[in-house]
């Protein structure tokens, strides 16, 4: 009895496509979804500038609640 061989080589050869296949599309998706995460993070320069932000508007808060708290002082003492 003889051995098949050209089925298996032609099943090989189609197997083989499908896995490239299958990794490509794989590799894609994987590329857009790294790229998606990038553009909701943001870049760490932006995180520094919003971080720097922040701290001014604590620092002018602090500067004028305690402005107005030494103005009050001034106006019950010249009273």
């Given at each position: 009895?003889?051995?098949?061989?050209?089925?298996?080589?032609?099943?090989?050869?189609?197997?083989?496509?499908v896995a490239e296949s299958?990794?490509?599309?794989?590799?894609?998706?994987?590329?857009?979804?790294?790229?998606?995460?990038?553009?909701?993070?943001?870049?760490?320069?932006?995180?520094?500038v919003k971080r720097e932000?922040?701290?001014?508007?604590r620092q002018g808060k602090?500067?004028?609640?305690?402005?107005?708290?030494?103005?009050?002082?001034?106006?019950?003492?010249?009273?």
């Amino acid at each position: 009895m003889k051995a098949r061989t050209s089925k298996v080589k032609k099943d090989r050869a189609l197997f083989i496509s499908v896995a490239e296949s299958i990794g490509s599309t794989l590799g894609t998706l994987a590329a857009k979804a790294n790229a998606a995460q990038k553009v909701i993070t943001g870049s760490p320069a932006a995180h520094r500038v919003k971080r720097e932000a922040r701290k001014l508007m604590r620092q002018g808060k602090s500067v004028a609640r305690k402005t107005r708290s030494s103005a009050r002082n001034i106006s019950k003492r010249t009273r």
